[in-house]
């Protein structure tokens, strides 16, 4: 039976570990992952602006989560006022504008870590006429804002850029519940696994998983079988 036992224990350790990693699990400690809705509200804005217009950051509690999360306003037409909250979905970046989005809010991170304002509020006025006509007809803030966004085009026809680049952010798109009379809030950038956004853990591939499981299959067969083995040879010594 110890044979038998061994084998057992391997292969459900193997299957809890699977179960466990298993990219269907909605949640890991509470924290939302990419295709799950979350609650936001905007709890303020960073000092940056372009004329009467909060730029990047804003900072966002997450399904009540006060821990400050900033992110980057993709949505020029529309206005939020802080204390206000909404449900919104978490959702990979993916087509192009979502990435050249994506390539101008990393970039404003690194101006913003340089000190670098001005080409800050480019990126973010590049990230405003991406999605609104609006923002494409106005006066930008600096001649920059042009020479960003072309940059954003270049790198995304170019792929100047890894995918993991964008794999590392996320959109989060309103959904419902915003207060009754007022506009639909804004899409917002964040990063994916970072302090700097809802931290969203990427889920094992299936083949690492497969892997994984034949790993496991693999050594508690193993062990089956020299054992097996050892039991033969001492029967036949015997005989």
């Not at 993916?94 to 989005?101: F, L, P, S, V």
């Not at 494409?136 to 001649?143: F, K």
């Not at 996320?170 to 950038?189: H, M």
């Amino acid at each position: 039976m110890k044979p038998f036992r061994a084998s057992a224990i391997l292969s459900i350790s193997a299957l809890c570990v699977l179960l466990f990693f298993s990219p269907l699990k909605g949640y890991a400690d509470g924290v939302p992952v990419i295709g799950t809705y979350v609650t936001l509200e905007l709890t303020g804005t960073g000092s940056l602006a372009i004329g009467p217009d909060a730029a990047y950051p804003y900072y966002m509690s997450i399904d009540g989560d006060s821990t400050k999360a900033s992110m980057m306003c993709v949505s020029y037409d529309n206005d939020i006022y802080p204390g206000e909250s909404w449900v919104a979905q978490v959702q990979a970046i993916t087509g192009t504008k979502e990435e050249e989005a994506a390539w101008l809010f990393n970039d404003d991170n690194v101006s913003i870590a340089a000190g670098n304002d001005t080409e800050a509020n480019d990126d973010q006025w590049a990230a405003w006429e991406i999605f609104s006509t609006n923002a494409q007809n106005a006066t930008p803030p600096d001649p920059g804002a042009a020479v960003q966004l072309n940059a954003a085009e270049n790198a995304v026809t170019m792929d100047l850029e890894p995918a993991i680049f964008y794999q590392k952010m996320v959109i989060i798109v309103p959904e419902w519940g915003w207060p009754a009379g007022d506009d639909v809030p804004q899409n917002f950038l964040a990063y994916a696994n970072s302090p700097e956004g809802p931290d969203i853990p990427p889920s094992p591939e299936p083949s690492s998983l497969i892997l994984l499981g034949t790993g496991f299959a693999g050594l508690a067969a193993g062990l089956y079988r020299r054992r097996h083995s050892a039991g033969k040879s001492l029967v036949k010594s015997r005989g």
